[in-house]
T-cell receptor, first 113, second 117 residues
Framework: NAGVTQTPKFRVLKTGQSMTLLCAQD?????MYWYRQDPGMGLRLIHY???????AKGEVPDGYNVSRLKKQNFLLGLESAAPSQTSVYFC????????????FGQGTRLTVV | AQSVTQLGSHVSVSEGALVLLRCNYS??????LFWYVQYPNQGLQLLLK??????LVKGINGFEAEFKKSETSFHLTKPSAHMSDAAEYFC???????????????FGQGTILTVHP
């Protein structure tokens, strides 16, 4: 079972460069999320989506954009990377019903130099 | 707004000793509560969750947690630590009311558990 797959797993960017992180889930989940993990701060929500074609801002959305053109995919974009965006990014998904848990991808370690 | 506090960023125990990881939350209504574990260079894996059915929740790998509304706590315990329990543990909450939280999680800062032989 693939579950939640993130691409790429590692990336180094120069300041000002752009990139897109891809998240794909094969569980037919309605809800998808992007979090960033920084030491001592836990995980913080960047953006989320409650269905195909919908997106919403989370706690720390500045500098990021997202798209959910297909139900199974949730893309996170950095238009102009900054060193403050050096982090580990996690995608998660869950069903839209009840209190089910979120399933997480393996993470993308991004370094902006 | 919800918040989650994990007391102690690092906890060190000996193999076979009791593991206690503390989590307190702040929420206007009793939330849904979760404990996740993260092994090095991996994603987060659910240990257990509280959904109001029972205050004592049993999870995987021998872990359990007790929901105490009066103390707004959801501490994680394991009677006997194993070397394989070394990881980072996260407590998280999501709102229950109105369905508008969309399952968004608010995480604590994380606790790194070290297990000594």
């Amino acid at each position: 079972n693939a579950g939640v797959t993130q691409t790429p797993k590692f990336r180094v960017l120069k300041t000002g460069q752009s990139m897109t992180l891809l998240c794909a889930q094969d569980m037919n989940h309605e809800y998808m999320y992007w979090y960033r993990q920084d030491p001592g701060m836990g995980l913080r929500l960047i953006h989320y989506s409650v269905g195909e074609g919908t997106t919403a801002k989370g706690e720390v959305p500045d500098g990021y954009n997202v798209s959910r053109l297909k139900k199974q995919n949730f893309l996170l974009g950095l238009e102009s990377a900054a060193p403050s965006q050096t982090s580990v990014y996690f995608c998660a998904s869950r069903t839209g019903q009840g209190n089910t848990e979120a399933f997480f991808g393996q993470g993308t370690r991004l370094t902006v130099v | 707004a919800q918040s989650v506090t994990q007391l102690g960023s690092h906890v060190s125990v000996s193999e076979g000793a009791l593991v206690l990881l503390r989590c307190n939350y702040s929420s206007s209504v009793p939330p849904y509560l979760f404990w996740y574990v993260q092994y090095p260079n991996q994603g987060l894996q659910l240990l257990l969750k509280y959904t109001s059915a029972a205050t004592l929740v049993k999870g995987i790998n021998g872990f359990e947690a007790e929901f105490k509304k009066s103390e707004t706590s959801f501490h994680l315990t394991k009677p006997s630590a194993h070397m394989s329990d070394a990881a980072e543990y996260f407590c998280a909450v999501s709102e229950t009311s109105g369905g508008t939280s969309y399952g968004k999680l608010t995480f604590g800062q994380g606790t790194i558990l070290t297990v000594h032989p």
